[in-house]
């Protein structure tokens, strides 16, 4: 599976729990932001992005963004290790495999949500 559909399951999943969670629709009410997410592997870099709007998460895109709210840094595989759990959140960053640029901090704890 690319890392694009494997996103957008993630995404999928986000989508069908914000419908339940009460604590989660509350933290995300009122959040408008785009998200980049910027894959750093040897072949090169490619962008990907997504918007969180009206507490959902849109389809994930290729290409990148002229000014994303939050920007997701890493590559490939770590991603994919950060979704299936094999990789820690914080790990990830302390190691340098994860970095990502926000407008707002909060936004990053916000987002955490979605992972």
Do not use: C
Request: net charge neutral; glycine share 6%.
């Amino acid at each position: 599976m690319s890392i694009q559909q494997t996103l957008q399951d993630l995404i999928n999943r986000f989508n069908e729990r914000i419908k339940t969670d009460d604590k989660l629709q509350s933290e995300l009410k009122g959040m408008d932001r785009s998200v980049q997410i910027e894959l750093n592997d040897p072949d090169g870099t490619r962008y990907l992005h997504f918007f969180v709007r009206n507490m959902t998460a849109s389809s994930i895109e290729k290409g990148g963004l002229e000014d994303p709210d939050i920007n997701i840094i890493s590559n490939e595989d770590s991603i994919q290790k950060l979704i299936s759990g094999d990789l820690r959140p914080m790990k990830a960053w302390a190691t340098g495999k994860l970095k990502i640029k926000a407008k707002n901090t909060e936004d990053i704890f916000r987002l955490r949500k979605l992972f």
